[in-house]
């Protein structure tokens, strides 16, 4: 079933179309990744789908609910969170009061969200630091946090923005294996990521965006095989 259909957005700043005309489906489960040079329109599609802008032209349909015009926290509340390209820890707070930052969308008592919250940071394997400031945290542990507080909020659909940027290849590993996990749990996920093999072993779907417009769509084997794929994209690759 498809849970969320972009119909033919585009989105707008001035002259420059930062999204042009762009559909496609996301089934329920899946990972979709989302690539595309930079300045593509990634960041932008998922700000149109999560409320951050309303699409200039076109439809965000999720679970047959048109989203356009609706905020962030309405959008939230429905079931979409999505992370941060660059992250937004609450930095002089602990990791445990973030995650629980996140609960608290769905529930007014602190004792609730404080135990919705453990059981995210479980997910994520940060039980030892529950009580460190988030902002004294290594960029891997701060990434990791930020997927713990979106889950917390109990989301059908995750929206991941480069959540390996900046990390090696161990932390872009424990990254991976998160994504896999979080799958596992039955959420569906879309994935913006530069990293190519990441994203080739995680992405079921892959849409390509190029200056603004969707250049392919297909499974890992058939993106990594399209030619205007390669010309555009992966040709200038860090693979
Ligand atoms: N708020 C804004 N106002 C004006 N132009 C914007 C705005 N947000 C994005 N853009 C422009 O829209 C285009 C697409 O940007 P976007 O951030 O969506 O790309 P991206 O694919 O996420 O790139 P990157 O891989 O570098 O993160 C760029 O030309 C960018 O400068
Ligand atoms: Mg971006």
């Known amino acids: ?32 990744g989302l690539i595309g040079p930079n300045g593509a329109g990634k960041t932008t599609l998922f700000n149109c789908i999560t409320g951050y802008y309303p699409p200039s032209r076109g439809e965000i349909v999720f679970y047959n609910k048109r989203m356009n015009g609706l905020h962030p926290d309405a959008v939230c509340k429905l079931g979409m969170a999505r992370t941060w390209q660059k992250v937004r820890p609450l930095a002089r707070m602990s990791v445990v009061d973030n995650v629980m930052v996140g609960a608290l969308c769905r529930t007014n008592s602190l004792t609730k969200a404080r135990e919705m919250a453990m059981e995210q940071i479980k997910v994520v394997h940060l039980e030892q630091r529950l009580d460190a400031r988030a902002g004294s945290l290594p960029i891997g542990e701060r990434k990791k946090l930020e997927v713990a507080r979106v889950l917390a909020t109990q989301p059908k659909l995750l929206l991941l923005d480069e959540v390996m940027g900046g990390l090696n290849p161990a932390e872009s590993e424990e990254l991976i294996q998160l994504i896999l996990d979080v799958r596992k749990l039955g959420i569906t996920q879309m994935v913006i990521e530069h990293n190519m093999r990441a994203i080739m072993r995680v992405s079921d779907r892959i849409v390509v965006l190029n200056s603004g417009e969707k250049l392919a769509e297909g499974n890992p084997r058939e993106i990594v095989a399209n030619k205007a794929v390669i010309q555009a994209y992966l040709g200038e690759s860090d693979a």
């Open 1 to 32: 079933m498809a849970i969320l259909k972009i119909q033919r957005v585009s989105k707008f700043f001035g002259g420059l179309a930062a999204n042009s005309d762009i559909s496609f489906e996301v089934q329920q489960g899946m990972i979709m």
